[in-house]
């Protein structure tokens, strides 16, 4: 909340006191205990965006109800998140799989559908202030930034968002927005690989945890889990490496071209990535120290 104060959404946009504590409340309340996808993490998602709101001139590039459903995008994107993948879902055969596996992105359907329970909880709509017309958009565009959280989504727009890069920036252009905000959305989610490296590698640490123990629920069901699943094949640097430089490299290379403030956040991460790259090199398998 405090965030969102220094942000100046509660004044903006008349946000109940009350109302926007149950709502945070209820969101904290809707996190599992997994390793990672907890809310710690959805709590460092949200600070990753106030930071960007800091160093970027508030955001200005988009508009004050685009940074606010950010806002509480970021906050919800994992709501209910069980420690396993999409793919898990549908392999198993999970009730979530049988609600939403038709549309893809199970578990960020689910994430979105968990939001959209609490604000429709008695006492937690904090968008009860805005004019019809901005609460359907508000509510639109919460959807498509927590869709846009799973990497699937994020790669079939990448080619167009690397377009807009190379063209520049087009405030008055609504498909413009629309794609910066999923940048922006998939830089927040992925932040801690531009934290500092003790950081980042705790971080590691627990997403692999996760990721172990969803190989070993896979080896129960008689699948064989993906390499970087399974605990006994997973070469962690080399598997870094590769989301390094595939995924989150050019993520955040394209944000400091979209929001130069931001490059900071590029520049950690090459400085990582060359910390696990002496890990490989050293032949480690886990999370030992470079410097050791």
């Not at 942000?7 to 996190?31: A, C, E, S, W």
């Not at 959805?42 to 459903?69: G, I």
Request: include cysteine; charge should be negative; glycine fraction near 4%.
């Amino acid at each position: 909340m405090s965030m969102m104060n220094e942000m100046d959404l509660i004044n903006k946009f008349q946000l109940h006191p009350d109302t926007l504590g149950r709502f945070v409340f209820m969101v904290k309340k809707g996190y599992r205990d997994p390793p990672y996808h907890n809310w710690m993490h959805a709590f460092s998602v949200a600070h990753f965006l106030y930071a960007l709101y800091c160093c970027s001139n508030k955001l200005s590039c988009l508009d004050d109800l685009e940074v606010l459903a950010l806002f509480v995008s970021c906050l919800c994107h994992d709501i209910d998140h069980r420690g396993t993948n999409n793919a898990f879902q549908v392999c198993s055969n999970s009730v979530l799989a049988s609600l939403y596996s038709s549309e893809g992105s199970v578990m960020e359907r689910h994430h979105l559908a968990q939001t959209l329970c609490i604000l429709n909880s008695p006492g937690c709509n904090i968008f009860e202030s805005l004019s019809d017309s901005d609460y359907r958009r508000t509510i639109s565009m919460i959807r498509d930034n927590i869709l846009d959280t799973d990497i699937a989504s994020h790669l079939k727009k990448l080619k167009n968002i690397k377009q807009m890069a190379n063209d520049g920036y087009n405030r008055s252009n609504p498909e413009h927005h629309k794609l910066l905000c999923s940048l922006i959305m998939t830089s927040c989610d992925l932040a801690s690989s531009c934290k500092t490296w003790e950081s980042n590698k705790a971080s590691s640490d627990l997403i692999y945890q996760e990721f172990f123990s969803q190989g070993d629920l896979e080896k129960a069901l008689g699948v064989t889990p993906s390499e970087m699943m399974d605990r006994d094949r997973a070469f962690i640097p080399e598997q870094q490496l590769q989301f390094l430089d595939n995924i989150a490299g050019p993520v955040y290379q394209l944000l400091s071209r979209l929001l130069p403030e931001s490059a900071e956040a590029y520049y950690t991460l090459v400085e990582n990535r060359e910390k696990w790259d002496v890990l490989k090199k050293a032949g480690k398998k886990g999370f030992g120290d470079p410097a050791e």
